[in-house]
């Protein structure tokens, strides 16, 4: 009911910066969008949660490893939730996942109701 595709991932240098963007899609996108989120998974390890925010933006939540360089927001008008990484650093090269869910604890309890399909992000140092 709810299509979410990632772009923006890619190699940058540790120190560097890029932005993620997710577009959604689907008939229910108002409902199963409430709240929306980024999630990561190394290589060998389990995915773990990012950022997070309400529909209106006005709640953010952030994982203590990104706090301060990452900026998650959304444009409802284009249906399209942004990760902005700046001062990059190795360990955060991962597979970036969007999520969206209808309500705000899902994405913090990690089960959110959609997923995309990731995108890669590689930080050399």
């Known amino acids: 009911q709810v299509q979410l595709v990632e772009s923006g991932g890619g190699l940058v240098q540790a120190g560097g910066s890029l932005r993620l963007s997710c577009a959604a899609s689907?008939?229910?996108?108002?409902?199963?969008?409430?709240?929306m989120g980024w999630f990561r998974q190394a290589p060998g390890q389990e995915r773990e949660f990012v950022a997070a925010?309400?529909?209106?933006?006005?709640?953010?939540d952030y994982a203590d490893s990104v706090k301060g360089r990452f900026t998650i927001s959304r444009d409802n008008a284009k249906n399209t939730v942004y990760l902005q990484m700046n001062s990059l650093k190795a360990e955060d090269t991962a597979v970036y996942y969007c999520?969206?869910?209808?309500?705000?604890?899902?994405?913090?309890?990690?089960?959110?109701?959609?997923w995309g399909q990731g995108t890669q992000v590689t930080v050399s140092s």
């Open positions: 925010t309400d529909w209106s933006g006005s709640t953010t």
């Open positions: 999520a969206s869910a209808s309500s705000y604890g899902s994405i913090g309890r990690g089960s959110p109701g959609y």
């Open positions: 689907g008939r229910s996108f108002g409902y199963y969008a409430r709240a």
